[in-house]
């Protein structure tokens, strides 16, 4: 007589865990962690690009140490920053990720520069297809990093309206921090242009 009861205690549970936004924590929570995870693969795709791009660059721009230094140690940073699932759920060491991935693309655009200065470097077959690679992966980051932005935004409106924000907090589930860059507000102003120098 008592596994009936068991068995219907059981099926209130789930249909409680469920009416009260419990399934939907889990998938988005699943979804955002997936997301980052595509964000990240991104990342190493550009990592495991680097070393071929700067062999390339310093058969022709032997002057160029310090710039080609900068994105070695750069790239060195980025990857030895480990991701885990609990660095999207802690805002100080995600935004560590976040300035180490910037410090990279940083060094990566100023070699991209150094490319100007050496016509036979901008005609060398290898550099343009590491280049086009290069260009590719920055795309890539980009619409991984829209997907993740897009995926914590569901996340985060789940775990602050309500009644699911009750449910956040009693099964642990906080606002996870989104994507954002460090010069914000730089950035947010538009670029002079002047023909006349």
Known sequence: MKKPFAWLAIALLALTLSG???NDFQAKDEATKAAWG???????????????????????AAHEKDTL??????????TSFQITPEVLNNPEAFARFQQVQGQL??????LMAVSENYPQLKADTGFRDLQSQ?????????VARQRYIASV?????????FPSNITA???????????TVENEKAISTAPTVNFGK
């Open 20 to 22: 009260c936004g419990y």
């Open 38 to 60: 595509e964000v990240v693969n991104q990342y190493q795709r550009r990592a495991d690009l680097i070393p071929n791009l700067v062999n390339t660059v310093k058969g022709y």
């Open 69 to 78: 230094e900068a994105v070695t140690q750069a790239r060195a940073a980025a």
């Open 105 to 110: 693309s940083s060094a990566l655009s100023r």
């Open 134 to 142: 290069l260009e590719g992966t920055e795309n890539r980051i980009t």
């Open 153 to 161: 935004q569901e996340y985060n409106v789940l775990a602050r309206s």
């Open 169 to 179: 907090k009693i099964f642990g589930y906080p606002v996870k921090p989104s994507f």
